[in-house]
């Protein structure tokens, strides 16, 4: 009787799962701030939806693990799957492995390297990370040049991991808009990574502080960064009015230290958008539906100006 | 790690046949390193490395450059120390970093403000009710939580004889996952001023400083160090000699847990932050600082006073990197083979002591 009980338990079970949509998805790493919000948004997308269900994995930026997770999925049978890459140039096996089995899939936040031949039922959902940097960077020569400085200003910038695709891509748009003739009076005195991090952002910052240099702005590829740079100076006691300091990602923090007067300018990167996109399109795919195969979520500059919009979203 | 070899009053152990204490080989490496910064410096930079060459301090020294050498180094120093201990016993511990990572974020859970610029805290992991604790809450939980993964390590090792690479191994995923779990991966954000204060400024310095002339107080003069040096040297002849191995072993790992434990909170204090990926690869530093100041590996010989050179070295290296704007892909090569070749150096040495003996 007992057993009979069980088994119909199971049945149960089986059937309900099998009326709900099944969307699996693998995030590049659990640990990120940034991958943690759009994470979040796949996620409560999903919990406001009836008869969708999400199963995240952590591949914990390991290329080999990732793959295995696709393909774990594809043999449980989901009905699409949502990649967040951890190296972008070794998505054709992933692409491949899911149309193989026909099952849509769909690349979000990092661009895979096959993005211009992806099969009709494989889709990218991202921002386009040319804005990023070049939003910063221009709004930091705008900023320089209103204070006087168009004749000439110094700079450092720190990047992130330089395996990275984000962090070279934010470190070229800041040596973009310093080579266009509006914004040529500004120079970089050395650039150097702090890995995303803050601790090491404050050490790289305080080193360079030992050496006297004369600076009048500060270009971090991401917000972390930015303020590991800001706490350095201020150790220092530099004061952060004569110092323009910009970031990337409009985090939490960096809105606040923003409100404070320390941060002068960092960029929204729309992170719950894209993780709803990415699973509005799977769905989509999951249902034979077109979708647009790039779509792009815009990023947004946010200055003190318009901050008060942003503290709630990232 | 109980090679006969090594075995006490054995060819490497015999103390009597150096000339002077490995520690002064060390020492002037770390000269001959700052020598060679002073020289490209003045080469390429036109610019004193150590030196006020440009007049900007009171001092006969760069003050600031003096100040972040040692506060880079000053956190995995204080995980180096606990390290150094384990590793003179003859064990390894691959845990700390992850520890950190899981301390941080479950202390600084236990340190928030309520409110941030009029804000509610955007961060906040409990109610009201937990927030604007005193500091010593977070410091307390924080140990705890060192205690415990530390008698974890420290038990699984001494009483079901998994080799300690092993058993700390399964800590650094586990302490890791913990990390991550505690907040879905969310960090947490926005301490009180009394947590702040314990690693703002130069205190990190002063916990590093503090902690190193304590413990090489207690390995020097406790029956807790002869204890230490006496298992890394021979476990079996400690064991004969009525030493209480297996609970001192459990001893030994859970003060190097609860020494990565309070990094954590100096590092989560002084950044104002607790991230999940929080102290990676900090084991391996902290590592790398022990065995550049001369731990052996094969247990039994160290001391604090040679690591707290080796972190001076790696602070040193580090400043000096920036100091000359070396291009950032080459810095983690040069740093790699700087770490093996100090082993390289230091295996040649003891192999040149044993034979004159």
């Known amino acids: 009787m007992k057993k009979t009980l069980i088994i119909a338990g199971f049945a149960a079970m089986l059937s309900s799962s099998a009326m709900a949509e099944t969307i699996g998805v693998t995030m590049a790493r659990f640990d990120d701030n940034f991958l943690t919000v759009l994470r979040n948004g796949i996620q409560e997308m999903a919990d406001g939806m009836d008869g969708v269900d999400v199963q995240i994995e952590d591949a914990q930026d390991d290329v080999a693990r ?13 009905d699409a799957i949502i990649v967040n890459a951890v190296d972008t140039s070794a998505t054709e096996a992933m692409t491949a492995a899911a149309a193989a089995a026909g099952v849509p899939l769909v690349y979000v936040n990092r661009e895979p390297i096959n993005v211009d031949n992806l099969p009709d039922n494989q889709a990218f959902v991202a921002s386009n990370e040319i804005e990023s940097g070049t939003l910063a960077a221009f709004e930091a020569c705008k900023l320089l040049r209103a204070a006087g400085l168009a004749g000439g200003a ?22 973009d808009i310093i080579g266009i003739d509006m914004c040529k009076f500004i120079t970089l005195i050395d650039e150097q990574t702090a890995n995303w991090s803050r601790d090491e952002a404050q050490d790289l910052m305080t080193n360079w502080l030992s050496a006297g240099e004369h600076f009048d702005v500060v270009f971090a590829n991401n917000d972390e960064m930015a303020i590991g740079a800001i706490q350095a100076m201020k150790a220092a006691g530099i004061d952060m009015k004569d110092v323009i300091v910009t970031g990337v990602d409009a985090t939490q923090d960096a809105l606040l230290a923003m409100q404070a007067g320390d941060l002068d300018v960092t960029v929204f990167q729309d992170a719950h958008g894209q993780g709803a996109g990415a699973l509005n399109a799977a769905l989509a795919l999951a249902n034979g539906k077109e979708v647009d195969q790039k779509v ?5 500059l946010v200055t003190p100006d318009n901050l008060d919009q942003f503290l709630s979203k990232n | 790690m109980t090679d006969g070899s090594h075995g006490v009053g054995g060819v490497t152990f015999d103390a009597s046949r150096r000339r002077w204490p490995n520690e002064v080989n060390i020492f002037a490496a770390l000269i001959l390193i700052i020598l060679i910064f002073e020289a490209l410096g003045a080469l390429l930079m036109n610019q004193s490395f150590l030196f006020d060459s440009r007049g900007r301090f009171d001092t006969i020294f760069n003050e600031q450059r003096l100040r972040i ?54 961060k906040a992991v409990f109610g009201p009710e937990l927030m604007d604790l005193p500091a010593i809450v977070p410091v307390i939980v924080g140990l705890a939580c060192g205690l415990f993964a530390g008698l974890v390590n420290g038990l699984l090792i001494a009483y079901t004889r998994i080799p300690p690479f092993i058993a700390t191994l399964g800590m650094l995923v586990s302490a890791r996952g913990v990390a991550k779990w505690w907040t879905k991966g969310q960090p947490v954000s926005f301490p009180t001023e009394g947590y702040a204060w314990i690693g703002s400024g130069m205190m990190p310095v002063i ?7 304590l413990f090489h107080l ?69 590592i790398a600082m022990a065995v550049i100041g001369g731990v052996s590996l094969a247990g039994g010989r160290g001391s604090i006073v040679g690591t707290v050179l080796g972190a001076l070295i790696f602070g040193v290296i580090q400043s000096g990197f920036t100091f000359l704007r070396l291009d950032a892909f080459y810095q983690e090569m040069v740093m790699g083979a700087i770490i093996v070749g100090a082993v390289v150096l230091d295996q040649w040495r003891q192999k040149r002591a044993a034979l004159r003996s």
């Open chain 2, 207 to 213: 916990w590093f400083v503090l902690l190193a002339v």
């Open chain 1, 66 to 78: 990732q793959l295995d997770q696709i393909n774990n999925f594809i043999a449980s049978g989901v």
């Open chain 1, 154 to 175: 110094r700079g450092y910038m720190l990047m992130g991991q330089l395996s990275n695709q984000a962090a070279v891509q934010r470190s070229k748009d800041v040596h």
């Open chain 2, 218 to 286: 207690i390995l020097r003069y406790t029956v807790y160090g002869k204890h230490t040096y006496a298992i890394g040297s021979n476990e079996e002849a400690a064991r004969m000699s009525g030493i209480a191995v297996d609970r001192h072993k459990v001893l030994v790992y859970a003060i190097a847990a609860m020494l990565a434990a309070f990094a954590a909170i100096v590092l989560s204090s002084k950044n104002l932050t607790a991230q999940s990926g929080m102290g990676v690869v900090y084991e391996l530093y902290a």
């Open chain 2, 69 to 122: 050498i040692i506060l880079q180094v000053s956190i995995i120093g204080i995980i180096a120390l606990g390290v150094t201990q384990v590793i003179i016993l003859g064990g390894i511990d691959l845990s700390s970093g992850s520890v950190v990572g899981a301390t941080a974020m479950i202390t600084m859970s236990f340190a928030q403000v309520a409110t941030v610029n009029g804000h509610p805290n955007p």
């Open chain 1, 296 to 300: 792009y979520i815009p990023f947004i």
